[in-house]
Structure formats: structure tokens, C-alpha cells
């Protein structure tokens, strides 16, 4: 089995996984881009965080950098 035939394979997994790190990523750059409150770090660090580490990025921005509004 090569690489190509164990992607179409798990399509139905890997898809809506793929979504929700979309969806969750473009939220946290959302946020992160019209508010100006952070608890740590700055824009710049979080647009790092967010973007770079998938998944947890975002997870983490919402859990540590969100500033109470």
C-alpha cells in the first residue's frame, strides 16, 4: 500500500478533522486580530502560536492568551 492508497483510504477521517483545524485556526487568527487584551505575550506571538502549531495553537491562545473582554 503506498502513501496515495492509505489517503483515500482515511479520507473520511482525515476531512472533517481538516475542517475543524480550518475552522478553529480561523477563529483564533480572528480573534487574535481584532482584539487588542492579551493575558501573555502580543499579536505578533499569538499569529505565531496559532498558525504554527496546529491544532493546540489554537487551543492554547483560547485557553491562555484570550484576555477577559
Known amino acids: 500500500m503506498n502513501n496515495f492508497d492509505f489517503l483515500k483510504e ?3 477521517i482525515f476531512l472533517p478533522l481538516i475542517i475543524l483545524e480550518l ?4 477563529t483564533a487568527v ?4 481584532t482584539h487588542k487584551n492579551y493575558r501573555f ?3 505578533a506571538l499569538w499569529l505565531v502560536v496559532v498558525i504554527v502549531i ?3 495553537g489554537p ?3 483560547f ?3 484570550k484576555a477577559d473582554d
Open 54 to 56: 496546529q491544532i493546540i
Open 41 to 43: 505575550g502580543n499579536r
Open 59 to 61: 487551543v492554547i491562545y
Open 63 to 65: 485557553v491562555f492568551g
Open 30 to 33: 480572528r480573534h487574535v486580530l
Open 23 to 26: 475552522i478553529l485556526m480561523l
Open 10 to 12: 482515511n479520507m473520511p
